[in-house]
């Protein structure tokens, strides 16, 4: 018996929800790639002006009104921008010395990937103790 699924009143085989699901994650990882982009594309903006402005202090910031609400995303980023260099760093060690840098979370003194690291390493390395391991061969 064939199984059938039910997405927006219509009735599709495994197949046909297989090829919807793909469909959908491929759409979502579109805007994803583009929200990134846009990011990207924001920040290297941001800093360029931040450059301009500490290079030539006397262009000053003057706002006119068709430029206010430009200011307030400008004044809201940098805001954010600086509480988040206030964030607790990861403390984490990479082999070379350097620390993580990635901001920590607020339950662990490591960052999200370091955490899940830990914790993979723990659950990984169950060995037994090695007294049971010498005297298992030694009898």
Not at 22 to 40: G, M, P, S, T
Not at 118 to 126: F, I, K, W, Y
Request: glycine residues 4%; hydrophobic residues 30%.
């Amino acid at each position: 018996m064939q199984s059938y699924w039910m997405v927006d009143g219509k009735r599709l085989t495994d197949k046909e929800y297989q090829q919807h699901l793909n469909q959908k994650n491929e759409a979502q990882d579109e805007i994803r790639r583009e929200a990134a982009e846009l990011v990207r594309k924001l920040g290297e903006d941001y800093q360029r002006l931040t450059r301009l402005l500490r290079e030539h202090p006397e262009v000053g910031r003057k706002v006119i009104e068709k430029e206010a609400p430009d200011e307030q995303i400008y004044q809201k980023l940098r805001h954010n921008l600086e509480r988040a260099n206030l964030v607790p760093r990861c403390r984490w060690i990479k082999q070379d010395g350097t620390a993580c840098g990635s901001p920590q979370m607020r339950t662990h003194i490591y960052c999200f990937a370091h955490r899940q690291m830990m914790e993979a390493r723990a659950l990984a390395l169950t060995l037994p103790a090695l007294e049971d391991a010498t005297r298992s061969r030694l009898r």
